[in-house]
């Protein structure tokens, strides 16, 4: 764990409490630093969120702009939450801004309440055009919630994920998600579920928040090699997203018609999106410890070593997905390393990686990880060959002698930050 991370857990409860209410006594005596902000993109959704916001943010960038972003969680250092014009805030300055927060007395804020008005903190003290500001959990009542004049709100996909507090029920999930909507603050809306968007429609009408929403306002879908924006006003030719899979043609679409909403030029859309990076949402690793063990085995520049942090059943669908497009092109011998916490729907998630070919090694990770051997089960029961390893390290070893070619480690964020944390060189920056 990293030292900012160890101090808040030390000083604040270690749990999830949705409400706004601790949010707003505590930024009532920081001095509503929330209301300071340079103009705020709000962004919410299950799947995608992420992406997105590191597509527009390189749009934003590639237009001259300087950008503040706030996103969770982080993979090795709390750093990487909190980045200001550009660059992820020093210890220096995150330390002086944590000691403001721990004088409050008299207001127990979670971890992630103190981090989320450490970032606002922050941002209302550094000049900036434009702050992205994602939500952690859920929506409304969310501690970035206490944002009441956001120039855009954008809803990423709806989907399942974090059961013990949002439910299972996608009209719920929706109606959090769709708490971010605000009046005078345009919604721009991913393709959603039926359920999920008769929902967003209905809590647009009741604040009175025109939308633009995917399939219907705008679209985009890949196009010889690149990717296609389209919407009532515009057609865009644009290159194929940095990030990888077929699902980030979507993303980086939303990211394109808020891009549109803020005037960025058209070529500022398209170098973002041939620019945009996003550690570990298939992300190719060639360094570090398990870069270079990839790299070294077989023949032909060695094995393939992907990574990626999702880990429910939408994001386990755009991994098979993309897995299923890379491996029709050049088709390898393919295993997952797979992780994921003990709250999540391992069914859902080898459910949906059932027809991919793989062989799956189970690992844990430090926190409340699954037990490796029960997860292999799981795997095991939706037809999947399966076994524990006992980490990473040796479940790598086991996939590249057994001739794996192209080798996934993914099922969780907390996984996929203990792999990136092995060697400084991967440190995402």
């Given at each position: 764990?990293?030292?900012?991370?160890?101090?808040?857990?030390?000083?604040?409860?270690?749990?999830?409490?949705?409400?706004?209410?601790?949010?707003?006594?505590?930024?009532?005596?920081?001095?509503?630093?929330?209301?300071?902000?340079?103009?705020?993109?709000?962004?919410?959704?299950?799947?995608?969120?992420?992406?997105?916001?590191?597509?527009?943010?390189?749009?934003?960038?590639?237009?001259?702009?300087?950008?503040?972003?706030?996103?969770?969680?982080?993979?090795?250092?709390?750093?990487?939450?909190?980045?200001?014009?550009?660059?992820?805030?020093?210890?220096?300055?995150?330390?002086?801004?944590?000691?403001?927060?721990?004088?409050?007395?008299?207001?127990?804020?979670?971890?992630?309440?103190?981090?989320?008005?450490?970032?606002?903190?922050?941002?209302?003290?550094?000049?900036?055009?434009?702050?992205?500001?994602?939500?952690?959990?859920?929506?409304?009542?969310?501690?970035?919630?206490?944002?009441?004049?956001?120039?855009?709100?954008?809803?990423?996909?709806?989907?399942?994920?974090?059961?013990?507090?949002?439910?299972?029920?996608?009209?719920?999930?929706?109606?959090?998600?769709?708490?971010?909507?605000?009046?005078?603050?345009?919604?721009?809306?991913?393709?959603?579920?039926?359920?999920?968007?008769?929902?967003?429609?209905?809590?647009?009408?009741?604040?009175?928040?025109?939308?633009?929403?995917?399939?219907?306002?705008?679209?985009?879908?890949?196009?010889?090699?690149?990717?296609?924006?389209?919407?009532?006003?515009?057609?865009?030719?644009?290159?194929?997203?940095?990030?990888?899979?077929?699902?980030?043609?979507?993303?980086?679409?939303?990211?394109?018609?808020?891009?549109?909403?803020?005037?960025?030029?058209?070529?500022?859309?398209?170098?973002?999106?041939?620019?945009?990076?996003?550690?570990?949402?298939?992300?190719?690793?060639?360094?570090?410890?398990?870069?270079?063990?990839?790299?070294?085995?077989?023949?032909?520049?060695?094995?393939?070593?992907?990574?990626?942090?999702?880990?429910?059943?939408?994001?386990?669908?755009?991994?098979?997905?993309?897995?299923?497009?890379?491996?029709?092109?050049?088709?390898?011998?393919?295993?997952?390393?797979?992780?994921?916490?003990?709250?999540?729907?391992?069914?859902?998630?080898?459910?949906?990686?059932?027809?991919?070919?793989?062989?799956i090694f189970t690992v844990g990770f430090d926190g409340a990880a699954a037990e490796p051997e029960a997860l292999a089960a799981v795997a095991r029961g939706h037809g999947l060959g399966a076994q524990a390893a006992p980490s990473v390290r040796s479940a790598l070893a086991r996939a590249l002698s057994l001739g794996a070619g192209r080798v996934v480690i993914c099922g969780s964020l907390y996984l996929a930050g203990e792999v990136l944390g092995a060697d400084p060189a991967t440190w995402p920056s």
């Amino acid at each position: 764990m990293d030292p900012v991370s160890a101090r808040l857990r030390a000083r604040h409860p270690q749990k999830i409490d949705l409400s706004l209410d601790r949010m707003r006594t505590l930024c009532a005596v920081l001095g509503q630093p929330q209301l300071s902000l340079p103009p705020v993109i709000h962004v919410a959704g299950t799947n995608g969120k992420g992406s997105t916001v590191a597509f527009l943010r390189a749009m934003a960038e590639a237009a001259g702009l300087r950008v503040h972003v706030y996103t969770s969680p982080h993979l090795v250092r709390f750093n990487e939450r909190i980045r200001l014009a550009g660059e992820l805030i020093s210890d220096e300055a995150l330390s002086r801004i944590l000691d403001r927060i721990e004088a409050v007395r008299g207001v127990e804020t979670t971890v992630f309440e103190s981090a989320t008005a450490a970032a606002f903190v922050a941002m209302s003290k550094t000049p900036a055009d434009l702050a992205i500001v994602e939500v952690g959990l859920g929506g409304s009542l969310d501690a970035t919630n206490v944002i009441e004049r956001p120039l855009l709100s954008v809803i990423a996909p709806v989907d399942l994920d974090h059961a013990e507090f949002l439910g299972t029920d996608i009209a719920g999930i929706a109606g959090e998600k769709a708490g971010i909507l605000k009046a005078g603050a345009r919604g721009i809306v991913a393709r959603q579920s039926e359920t999920a968007m008769a929902v967003i429609e209905a809590r647009a009408a009741a604040v009175h928040t025109p939308l633009t929403v995917m399939g219907t306002d705008f679209d985009a879908w890949g196009e010889r090699g690149g990717m296609v924006f389209q919407n009532t006003e515009r057609f865009l030719d644009l290159p194929a997203p940095a990030l990888i899979g077929p699902h980030q043609i979507a993303n980086a679409g939303l990211a394109a018609a808020v891009a549109l909403e803020l005037d960025l030029p058209e070529t500022a859309i398209a170098e973002g999106i041939a620019a945009a990076r996003w550690p570990a949402r298939m992300q190719r690793l060639t360094a570090g410890p398990y870069g270079a063990r990839a790299k070294a085995a077989g023949e032909q520049g060695g094995a393939e070593l992907w990574l990626d942090g999702g880990h429910n059943p939408h994001a386990a669908r755009a991994l098979a997905q993309s897995l299923a497009e890379r491996q029709a092109r050049a088709p390898r011998p393919l295993a997952l390393i797979v992780g994921m916490l003990a709250n999540k729907d391992h069914g859902g998630f080898f459910e949906a990686l059932k027809d991919s070919g793989a062989h799956i090694f189970t690992v844990g990770f430090d926190g409340a990880a699954a037990e490796p051997e029960a997860l292999a089960a799981v795997a095991r029961g939706h037809g999947l060959g399966a076994q524990a390893a006992p980490s990473v390290r040796s479940a790598l070893a086991r996939a590249l002698s057994l001739g794996a070619g192209r080798v996934v480690i993914c099922g969780s964020l907390y996984l996929a930050g203990e792999v990136l944390g092995a060697d400084p060189a991967t440190w995402p920056s």
